[in-house]
């Protein structure tokens, strides 16, 4: 049997690659001509404010909705998404806000659920040596995966929910607004995890708006605006930069406050007379 990692594409290569991808819900145009690429072992964020078209790109690459025009193309060849089990198949896992887990199962229950191992009885065993090695991939400190759901953190039910996904060795994993919610400590965690299923090789879309989460993770930020591509940015780009891509306007409050400090600075080390 090949090993997970053998299947891994190297680092660099291009995963996923959209070209002029549209969706429209009749007469409303929801993705209009977006380009997108991610590449092996990257953290492409993917911002906008509400309404950019986000969630809908999301749910196009997850097999959810199928785009109006446009190519997608994943692993080098072209592909049709005509539904969830299109995504999958192919490699591409998401991680909703939601994390559609089950509060009265346990971790392993959640992680094999609908995947379960045994065609007559239940390989208990096997499920959970295998669920110890993909929490162990991903240093998670889970004191036991027996332990329901309900009695987990928001970051530990947020691991659960990301090793779910790599059950199947995905190349592409998909996180919506995977820190939403979380304290401090717990968004530290999640991002750590981040940051090591990304160095597993995968390429990682996340959405999010909370822009220190994206600079702490991000190799690239890309901005949709109304559907649209609107800039591709970098960790270092400044806030002025990014929420004149998001917002569309170049005069707003981080633009005046960024021109105040810059006309007040060569003040800053005179004294008076």
Same mark, same amino acid.
């Not at 660099?12 to 002029?20: D, F, N, Q, T």
């Not at 409303?28 to 072992?41: E, F, N, R």
């Not at 995890?193 to 999010?208: A, F, Q, T, Y």
């Given at each position: =049997? &090949?090993?997970?990692?053998?299947? =891994? !594409? !190297?680092?660099?290569?291009?995963?996923?690659?959209?070209?002029?991808?549209?969706?429209?819900?009749?007469?409303?145009?929801?993705?209009?001509?977006?380009?997108?690429?991610?590449?092996?072992?990257?953290?492409?964020?993917?911002?906008?404010?509400?309404?950019?078209?986000? @969630? &809908?790109?999301?749910?196009? /690459?997850?097999?959810?909705? &199928?785009?109006?025009?446009?190519?997608?193309?994943?692993?080098?060849?072209?592909?049709?998404? $005509?539904?969830?089990?299109?995504?999958?198949?192919?490699?591409?896992?998401?991680?909703?806000?939601?994390?559609?887990?089950?509060? $009265?199962?346990?971790?392993?229950?959640?992680?094999?659920?609908?995947?379960?191992?045994?065609?007559?009885?239940?390989?208990?065993?096997? =499920?959970?040596?295998? &669920?110890?090695?993909?929490?162990?991939?991903?240093?998670?400190?889970?004191?036991?995966?027996?332990?329901?759901?309900?009695?987990?953190?928001?970051? +530990?039910?947020?691991?659960?929910?990301?090793?779910? #996904?790599?059950?199947?060795?995905?190349?592409?994993?998909?996180?919506?607004?995977?820190? #939403?919610?979380?304290?401090?400590? +717990?968004? #530290?965690?999640?991002?750590? /995890?981040?940051?090591?299923?990304?160095?597993?090789?995968?390429?990682?879309?996340?959405?999010?708006?909370? =822009?220190?989460?994206?600079?702490?993770?991000?190799?690239?930020?890309?901005?949709?605006?109304?559907?649209?591509? $609107?800039?591709?940015?970098?960790?270092?780009?400044?806030?002025?930069?990014?929420?004149?891509?998001?917002?569309?306007?170049?005069? $707003?409050?981080? @633009?005046?406050?960024?021109?105040?400090?810059?006309? +007040?600075?060569?003040?800053?080390?005179?004294?008076?007379?």
């Amino acid at each position: =049997m &090949t090993d997970a990692t053998e299947r =891994m !594409p !190297p680092a660099g290569e291009i995963v996923l690659s959209l070209r002029k991808v549209c969706k429209q819900f009749g007469a409303v145009s929801a993705l209009t001509d977006v380009d997108l690429d991610v590449h092996a072992g990257e953290v492409v964020a993917l911002v906008g404010d509400n309404g950019a078209g986000k @969630s &809908t790109l999301v749910k196009v /690459l997850a097999g959810v909705h &199928t785009p109006t025009s446009g190519t997608v193309t994943f692993g080098g060849r072209q592909v049709t998404l $005509n539904g969830p089990n299109d995504a999958l198949s192919l490699g591409i896992a998401t991680v909703f806000q939601d994390l559609a887990l089950c509060e $009265n199962l346990d971790v392993v229950a959640n992680i094999y659920l609908g995947e379960e191992l045994g065609p007559f009885a239940l390989d208990e065993v096997a =499920m959970e040596v295998r &669920t110890w090695q993909l929490l162990g991939e991903l240093s998670a400190r889970i004191p036991s995966v027996r332990e329901p759901i309900a009695s987990l953190s928001g970051g +530990q039910r947020q691991t659960v929910a990301i090793a779910r #996904a790599l059950l199947r060795d995905p190349k592409l994993i998909m996180l919506d607004e995977p820190t #939403a919610a979380l304290g401090v400590a +717990q968004t #530290a965690e999640v991002l750590n /995890l981040i940051e090591r299923v990304r160095d597993k090789g995968l390429g990682v879309i996340m959405i999010s708006h909370n =822009m220190e989460d994206v600079r702490a993770v991000a190799d690239r930020i890309v901005v949709l605006r109304l559907g649209r591509n $609107n800039g591709i940015f970098y960790p270092d780009s400044s806030n002025e930069e990014l929420v004149s891509a998001i917002t569309g306007a170049s005069d $707003n409050a981080v @633009s005046r406050r960024h021109e105040r400090r810059h006309v +007040q600075r060569p003040n800053s080390g005179g004294g008076t007379s």
